[in-house]
Structure formats: C-alpha cells, structure tokens
T-cell receptor, first 116, second 111 residues
C-alpha cells in the first residue's frame, strides 16, 4: 500500500519542550511539505522540500525546523520558540517539480499536538 | 504571493440538493486548482482538480468550473448525500510546487 504515514496521531508536550513529528512516504515522491491547520484558518505552509538535503521556509516557519536526509522522510521539529504550537499538523508529498504531477499533493492523516 | 478566498464558510443543504462552493484567486500565473475533502480528524483528500487549459471537469456527481478571466473557480456537487458532509478546501498553485489554500467550507447534508 503506497501512502503517507504520520506519527504519532496525538502528541502532548509541556511548555518549553521541543518535539519532533514524523512523516514518511513510500510514493517515491521528491517533494514533501508541512502544513499547520487551525480552526477556521485553512492550511498554512510551514516548510517544504523539493529534493533531499534541501528545504525552504513557507509562510509560517518561525519556531519550526526540518531536515530532509532521506527521500522518504521529512521530520518536523516544533521548538520552544514557537509561541502557540497547539494545532493539527499535516504532512504532504508530490511528484518531482517540473512534471505534470508536480502540483498534486497527497496528505497524511495528521498529528494533533497539544501543549499543556 | 497568491491569495485564495473561499465562500461560503458554512453550507447546509438537504439530501438530494446541489451544493456550490466558490473560490477566487489573485495570481494570474496560477494554472492548477485542486479541491480537497477533509473529514473530521483526518487528512485532506484530493477529490478533483482542474488546470487552466480547460474550463470544466466532471467526475460523477462532482464538477469544477474555471473562469480564468474573472480568476474564480467553483466546486459543484449534485445529488448530495449525507456522506458528502465534510470540510472542503480549494487551492491554487504558487510557483513550481506549492499550493495556497482557501479557509475551507463546512458542508452539512441533512437526511
């Protein structure tokens, strides 16, 4: 079964702690994305990566960090610098930039992060 | 950058009625417009998309129309069913591979 997996489904963190969200895909996609979803706000882009060992900031990158050491994996770290980290986090992937399928993004099931 | 506006924010219909959700975009360079359906607690699922070289696309009970001149596109769902109840998002591409999303429409289909 090809798809995108995110773990854990629910995550609780104390204020001041860093936490890392996992995203793995076996679709052989080159590009991967992280979005944050808040009620009534739609999806906002945090970071994206079009190729291994390269990534770019999205619209709301402050307080977050990413790495892309493997094509299949794109973990997101929510740092203590993120002022309001409680949200639903979604990972997505798409085929190689420049192809006709480059814009078609497929999403994982999401991780709900709650800061206590 | 791209800006996408989506209306209405909530939409209630009776089973069997049609539902229409509308979006506008700002960047005339955008050429890809997907629609996603998100059920409670799940990730968004791509349900239909349209590229700027066509004006309309249909897939069974759903259709999308695009007016490039006016920079707006719409999702049409006919013969709605209770399982169509969900949040629907429109989006437009920004640059090579990023998408800008609307804020979503909560569709409620009553039996």
């Amino acid at each position: 079964d090809g798809g995108i997996t995110q773990s854990p489904k629910y995550l609780f963190r104390k204020e001041g702690q860093n936490v890392t969200l996992s995203c793995e895909q076996n679709l052989n996609h080159d590009a991967m994305y992280w979005y944050r979803q808040d009620p009534g706000q739609g999806l906002r882009l945090i970071y994206y990566s079009q190729i291994v060992n390269d990534f770019q900031k999205g619209d709301i990158a402050e307080g977050y960090s990413v790495s892309r050491e493997k094509k299949e994996s794109f973990p997101l770290t929510v740092t203590s610098a993120q002022k309001n980290p409680t949200a639903f986090y979604l990972c997505a992937s798409s085929a190689r930039t420049g192809t006709t399928k480059a814009n078609e993004q497929f999403f994982g099931p999401g991780t709900r992060l709650t800061v206590l | 950058g791209e800006n996408v506006e989506q209306h209405p924010s909530t939409l209630s219909v009776q089973e069997g009625d049609s539902a229409v959700i509308k979006c506008t975009y700002s960047d005339s360079a955008s050429n890809y417009f997907p629609w996603y359906k998100q059920e409670l607690g799940k990730g968004p699922q791509l349900i239909i998309d349209i590229r700027s070289n066509v004006g309309e696309k249909k897939d069974q009970r759903i259709a999308v129309t695009l007016n490039k001149t006016a920079k707006h596109f719409s999702l049409h769902i006919t013969e709605t069913q209770p399982e169509d109840s969900a949040v629907y998002f429109c989006a437009a591409n920004s640059g090579y591979s990023t998408l800008t999303f609307g804020k979503g429409t909560m569709l409620l289909v009553s039996p």
